[in-house]
């Protein structure tokens, strides 16, 4: 009979353990940074109203075009009208027509594309014909179509990039469901008699957020820059309306002269797409590694 | 001289949960012509032992600390340009699933040949196409000549498995790291690929360290066998010695698992309780008390060494001469 | 899988979506609210001009009759008369397609020519300063607007620097060129980091598949590991996400002609919405519907021949 030896916790010296883990800041960098000017962002939108020293519609025409300064931070455009100000307010309307125009087709694609991978057989048919048939458009043409449809205007471009926008979500969720319909737990709440709805809503839905919350991160910027898009090409928002677009639109016969009135705008939209992809890539990796 | 020494390996992954330890302080050696068992559950750290010899431990875990001496050097300390010239050439790999270790675009011939082309084993393509039809032809593939140049998706598993072994003895390596070689194929083809490489082996000469998880694979072709747990070796003997008599509760545990033809009809399998630890923060002592009907105190302080409990064979359990034939069904009672 | 049953098969997947196409430009038309033949031709228009119109346009007809009438030009090349322009949309949208068409390709050539080594230096170094440097840039340029972008590109190599031309298409080969430069330059800064998002993903996935882990174990180079397992099969990914984003790509020349006021269709389009032109409109939209679905069955072709499984027999 051996005594086997007792060693006592390894006194053998070990590579510095910490030193493997990367750090927060590695690991979540670019989230919290993207968090951060976001919130910036969308407080100074929020409040924009406190916040511009001028109102954005107010013209004085004795004070066009002036250089950045004291007065006015931005400069004014050609109507006198302080660009700070319209830039803020524009900031506002721009993240909430961004945040509604991903929300809507969110909803809508979320739900066509459940009950087409749920329930299959006819209605997957149909939704994905449907799908495929949207998909086929690129995704400025289809919403110019609609808009040209419907007029331009704020509400057309709500509805066209609405319209527009859905078929990706379908697709997305649709092919979750139809992996996590297979899965053992759904077998299992079938084989308990639970209803449809509550299948779809308690256990499917869960699990099929995910991936569509991923790509909203990437589509709302996407439907940012898109809104700009059309109405620089003059078929979104109507001027005299503070927006990026138009701004841009309007400042296009002075960018040799007023270079401000064209640089300041791009670079807020350039601004907010940052922080919104920086956020929104941080997101989906935070959730990724949540598994 | 053994063809390879392994000597307290250590290999640790950083996690968002914590560092596993997923290979803690293992060593063995394997002579020359030796066909060598590694055995244990998933998640045990067979794979990653054979990773870490091989340099392949996937970032961001490292070989943190031990040796590997393979024909003098140490391998843990060579820079990849130097491993690369090992691998393949010296040492070779024959990994689980082998339909997808090939790659579905590039023809049969150009896949085993590869390691003979980067190593100068061939110097030209004419030289190394029939060089591969002859091994093609070694491992049992019928009509090489014709097959050479067909993808992976016109293979069966089983021959996917043979073309992966044909493609590890290309340069003629003294030792083959097999993981889990038969674990994806079919029963009857397990056998056929099983003696395969017992015969290669045998008629080359070669050393072979064979991974797996089922006890019917190490009988039949293993000389010895080490059992791994956890990360660490709970014990290692020659094989015969290890069904005879094991010396550890968790080996009996796994040939309790086992069912025996020779038994009684009304014999139940008894599984081990509990579930394999969590590797960032594992039991202290020694690492299987929490599901042990033999655990006592000293068990569960300090860290029990492999000690040689008898000749030539190894254990990590304390109390291993309190092991009986029924101490597990017993504990089921 | 042989290639003409692939053919075969996909050429049949395409044509529901090709009815679903022509009956929503069909219904670009029908749903205008309000009369569409007022619409097209002002309020001052007389009661003749307006019913002469609606005739021509076969509104007075039931819908079904109108989507056949429809169909059956379509296949004709019919595509109906241009309200502003006084000429048959076709004829207009054939004169004006190269310029769009060039564009596109000369965009998609750049897009491919600086993405894909940058993927690769990414994937193959992933963490690495280049991964970061090239990430940084992309996640940058994927939040300027194309038509901010392409003015500033304007004023400083067209006006300030006068390297390039301000506007249109220019003839023969080399003056086309030098024409589409800053157009295809604004488009490739906006498609390069999409292609570049999902191409290195791709590559990265295909670095830790288990066929490259095998490789490995061969003792590859690094260079012949990743010239023959990751390339070879990371071209095939390249196929396919340039089909699936071309059509982001087509609705980039909408606003770059636009800016640079080249003579395409997407400028086409644009315009002819302000001059309520719905002939010209549904015209557009279709040959762009018909384009994105030629494309795809152009790559998914290409990634048939490009991957062994499908065969030629």
Partial sequence: MTEAAIVAPSDRPRPELAAMRPSVWRRHGGLITGAGILALILLASIFANYLSPYDPLQQNLRNTMQLPGWDHPFGTDNFGRDIFSRVLHAAKLDLMIGFLCVLFPWILGSVLGGIAGYFGGIADTIIMRVVDTFSAFPFLVMVIGIIAILGPGLISMYIALTLAGWSMYARIVRAEVLVVKKAEYVLAARALGFGHGRIMFRHILPNVITPTIIFAMTDIVLVILSTTSLSFLGLGVRPPTAEWGIMISEARGFILTAWWMVTLPGLAIVLVGLALSLFGDGVAKWLRERG | ?333 | MNMITFLRKRLLQMLPVLFGIVLIVFMVVRLIPGDPARIMLGIRASDEKLAALRTELGLDLPIWQQFGRFVGNILQGELGNSIFYRRDVTEVILERLPVTVSLVVFSVVLSVLISVPLSIAAAVRQGSWIDQLVRGISTLTLSMPGFWLGLNLLILFAVVWQLFPISGFGTGFVDIVWHLTLPAITITLSLTPILIRTLRASLIEIMHAPHVEFARTKGLSEGRLIRRHVLRNGLMATVTILGVNIGWLMGGTVVVEYVFSLPGIGALIVSSISARDYPMIQGIALIFGLLVILINLLTDLLYAALDPRVSYD
């Fill in chain 2, 1 to 333: 001289m053994p063809i390879l020494d392994v000597q307290h390996l250590t290999t640790q992954i950083p996690t968002a949960r914590g560092i596993l330890t997923v290979v803690d302080d293992v060593s063995f050696a394997v002579e020359a012509g030796e066909c060598f068992g590694l055995v244990g559950e998933s998640g045990s750290g067979k794979s990653m032992t054979v990773k870490s010899i091989l340099g392949l431990v996937p970032a961001p875990g490292r070989v943190t600390g031990g040796a590997v001496i393979h024909d003098g050097t140490d391998l843990t300390r060579l820079p990849q340009k130097a491993m690369n010239r090992i691998r393949g050439s010296a040492i070779a790999a024959i990994v689980q699933d082998a339909a997808s270790a090939l790659n579905p675009v590039l023809r049969i011939g150009h896949q085993v040949a590869e390691a003979m082309l980067e190593h100068g084993i061939a110097r030209t393509r004419a030289e190394a196409r029939a060089r591969v039809i002859d091994l093609m032809a070694k491992v049992g593939i019928p009509a090489p000549g014709a097959r050479i140049d067909d993808y992976p998706h016109q293979f069966s598993g089983g021959m996917c498995q043979r073309v992966v072994i044909a493609a590890a003895l290309s340069c003629n390596p003294g030792l083959i790291l097999a993981d889990e070689p038969t674990t994806a194929l079919d029963v009857t083809i397990q056998d056929q690929i099983l003696k395969l490489l017992v015969a290669l082996q045998q008629d080359l000469g070669l050393s072979l360290i064979l991974v797996t998880h089922d006890m019917g694979v190490v009988a039949q072709t293993c000389q010895r066998v080490a059992v791994m747990y956890a990360g660490q070796i709970v014990e290692m003997v020659a094989t015969p010695e290890l069904f005879r008599q094991p010396r550890h509760p968790y080996t009996m545990g796994l040939l309790n698992c086992v069912p025996r033809i020779d038994g009684p009809e009304t014999a139940r399998l008894t599984p081990i309780p509990g579930a394999p630890p969590d590797l960032a923060h594992p039991p202290a002592g020694c690492r299987f008390h929490p599901r042990c009907p033999l655990a006592t105190d000293a068990c569960r302080a300090g860290r029990p060494a492999l000690t040689e409990v008898a000749p030539g064979h190894f254990s990590r359990c304390i109390r291993q001469d309190a092991l009986t034939a029924d101490m597990w069904e017993a504990a089921h009672v």
